[in-house]
T-cell receptor
């Protein structure tokens, strides 16, 4: 059980190049997320997917696209990278367990992808 | 975008001391999560809270879900050098109809041996 995995771990791009960040989870979670983390800004949501086949914009979606390929995989694509997209990108997945009185949810993170755009 | 107010932003403490940090929000949540992030790693879930007033422990860590549902607290007892890192809180309102979590900006903890 690997949890949430991300590839690549590091990437350097030139302005205007494109790339896709890959994420997979083996916990059978319905919801998956992409965040970026910048110094002093905490974690900001880029896109999320509540279930297979659905995606929604988060707080900072501009310049990104996502694909929920299947229940396990959620990819993030930068079509034309910009220096402002230099950041650490985290993928996460969450589960909601229904118990009497409501649902209990937890969210788990991958190890991150460090992206530098020159 | 909405973020939680987490304090303190950073703290230096001596090994063996107890640590307290908190998160406050302008809106209510029905889930609070606390994470620790080591340098170069992703956040790791420490404690999850689901009910107002709930007090939950995980080893030397204890977290509480505030009665107003707008705040949460994390305490670390008898700190050790490996407690160093950034601690994040995250809140979620299931009644909002979204699956979005709101994160605090983090408390950076440094432990002096």
């Amino acid at each position: 059980n690997a949890g949430v995995t991300q590839t690549p771990k590091f990437q350097v791009l030139k302005t205007g190049q494109s790339m896709t960040l890959q994420c997979a989870q083996d916990m059978n979670h319905n919801s998956m997320y992409w965040y970026r983390q910048d110094p002093g800004m905490g974690l900001r949501l880029i896109y999320y997917s509540a279930s297979e086949g659905t995606t929604d914009k988060g707080e900072v979606p501009n310049g990104y696209n996502v694909s929920r390929l299947n229940k396990r995989e959620f990819s993030l694509r930068l079509e034309s990278a910009a220096p402002s997209q230099t950041s650490v990108y985290f993928c996460a997945s969450s589960e909601e367990v229904f118990v009497a009185g409501g649902g209990l949810e937890t969210q788990y993170f991958g190890p991150g992808t460090r992206l530098l755009v020159l | 975008g909405q973020q939680l107010n987490q304090s303190p932003q950073s703290m230096f403490i001596q090994e063996g001391e107890d640590v307290s940090m908190n998160c406050t929000s302008s809106s209510i949540f029905n889930t609070w999560l606390w994470y620790k992030q080591d340098p170069g790693e992703g956040p790791v879930l420490l404690i999850a809270l689901y009910k107002a007033g709930e007090l939950t422990s995980n080893g030397r860590l204890t977290a509480q879900f505030g009665i107003t549902r707008k705040d949460s607290f994390l305490n670390i007892s008898a700190s050790i050098p490996s407690d160093v890192g950034i601690y994040f809180c995250a809140g979620h309102d299931r009644t909002s109809g979204t699956y979005k979590y709101i994160f605090g900006t983090g408390t950076r903890l440094k432990v002096l041996a």
